[in-house]
């Protein structure tokens, strides 16, 4: 039998050690993580571009009227900021003074530290702890220590917790919550690996773990919890991790799971598919214009991304060594690229299937693309919010000191996460959109559980997940 999970003192109180991660955009919101802490354990609202509603209710949809990016990039904050605050009310009535609250942003969101004071300046007393990843975080534990709040950095090795710890978390270590391990090859969402980490050769999480430990031991942080995000479906299957002296205090995070539950707001469509996935559907790759890793559905929208990529060669706007062969490209084929002869037949072949519009890369080659695709990549280039602190899709960075710009050409091998995350959010097509998914999804279809269809809500997802299953 499961033992009975322990509750934890996690910001503040005592409270079942199980955690629903933050999900952008609006994956979790007021609703979600109010259940969650209702149901005893830490909800935790996006902070990513939240929704807001109006006087009735209906969510506002997010457009921008600014004419240049830095004036939308602010209209974004002003959103983002509006939004995080009316979910944390929302959360707050909702938990009934059980359970935590939790915000999530990430650092490499456009704006983070604005966005973060924003949303903590004007909740007050309603949000508990912030969770905060992508990106090294320095300024985390200052700023929540200066709002009195609890703060879990999101690190995927001890490494780089000792990091931030040495540089920026000794000054507020009495605010540091806890510790989120993200599993980098598990996890749904962004992930964390580091360049000496291999995407095709996993790591067994509890060692990991062990040394975050020792790391944490070493700085007198024994009894600070870890957060073990990234592949937890059955804790059965995590018995060992479960009152584990070597371990310490430990905390589960669960991202994929709850995406099917009653008070989730994705769509029917999109909890429908959940239910059908099978290993190979999920993937690890490195689209996102972050240039993080992220695990997502192999989708249609994923599919034409690794398409995309494959239809790329070297190319030249005049004879260069091997590069001879002169290709007219374009609409009305006024532009001639030189290729070497074997590029040209595979350019020639793509052209002859409709990509007959080519796009550069940073990386000086280009890839070939359809007429529609191209006016598509270039609008999405063009309407940038700046919504993440650099883009490698549409050059923005958020550093005025470097002119809005990362100084890199634009990349048409990526895409605009704001665009497509918002569509996946409110209802539009989630094969045609980037849908987020850890790589335990395929559980859904096999776990009885979700059998003939069932969707629990989260006070029955949160009453099976302590029975073990
Ligand atoms: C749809 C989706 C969106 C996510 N968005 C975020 C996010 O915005 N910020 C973040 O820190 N983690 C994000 N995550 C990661 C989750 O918070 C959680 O840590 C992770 O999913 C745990 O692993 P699991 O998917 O195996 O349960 C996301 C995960 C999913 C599935
Ligand atoms: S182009 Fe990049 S920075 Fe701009 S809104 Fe899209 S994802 Fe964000």
Redesign the pocket.
Known sequence: MFPTLNSLKISGADVLPLIEGGKGCCVTNGNTSGAWAEAGGIGTISGVNPDSYDSNGIIIPQTYSGKT?IERHQELINYAIEGGVQQAKIAHDMRKDNGRIHVNILWEM?GAETVLKGILEKSKGLVHGITCGAGMPYKLGDICASFGVYYYPIISSARAFKILYKRAYSRSAEWLGGVVYEDPWLAGGHNGLSNHEDPEVPQDPYPRCVELRKAMRAIGLDETPIVMAGGVWHLKDWIKWVDNKELGPIVFQFGTRPLLTKESPISQIWKDKLLTLDDKDILLHRFS?TNFYASSVKNTFIKDLIERKKRQLKTSLTIVGEMVVPIKIGKNKNKTFYFNKEDASKAAKWIKQGFTEILKTPDDTVIFVTEKNSLQIRK??KE?????SQ?K??N?SDNEENKYSTGRKVDPRSF????TLQNVAHGKDPDKELMFAGHNAWKFKNDPFYSNGFVPSVKELVNRIVTGD
């Not at 605009?416 to 665009?419: A, E, L, T, V």
């Open positions: 990016r456009g214009p999405d280039q940038c919010m700046g919504c993440l883009c899709f549409s923005w605009c996460i704001q665009k």
